[in-house]
């Protein structure tokens, strides 16, 4: 099992920056990639950023440029910088670990962007 513990989330105006934070525990070994995603209110869960066991990354079209996933790997932590935020961006932002056969979540973060 893989348990995710977001934090980091908040009210921001637009173009300002957040950090989101993912600490990772249990069977982080099994742990292949971890990303971000994030979902509005009658919409699908998207893909925001995503970070292999290798290190390799990937981005929404939507993101480029401003935000960047890293990890830690020293504390099992993912984050996501962030920058220059948009309205468009406000929804809640999900971790994501995949690990062996399964996937974990975790509860979510609220990031509002207001003009």
């Known amino acids: 099992q893989v348990q995710l513990v977001e934090s980091g989330g908040g009210l921001v105006q637009a173009g300002g920056s957040l950090r989101l934070s993912c600490a990772a525990s249990?069977?982080?070994?099994?742990?292949?990639?971890m990303g971000w995603y994030r979902q509005t209110p009658g919409k699908q869960r998207e893909l925001v950023a995503r970070?292999?066991?290798?290190?390799?990354?990937n981005y929404a079209d939507s993101v480029k440029g401003r935000f960047t996933i890293s990890r830690d790997i020293t504390k099992n932590t993912v984050y996501l910088q962030m920058n220059s935020l948009k309205p468009e961006d406000t929804a809640v932002y999900y971790c994501?670990?995949?690990?062996?056969?399964?996937?974990?979540w975790g509860q979510g973060t609220q990031v509002t962007v207001f003009s």
């Open positions: 994501n670990a995949d690990w062996r056969t399964s996937s974990s």
């Open positions: 249990g069977s982080i070994f099994s742990i292949s990639a």
């Open positions: 970070i292999t066991r290798s290190g390799s990354t």
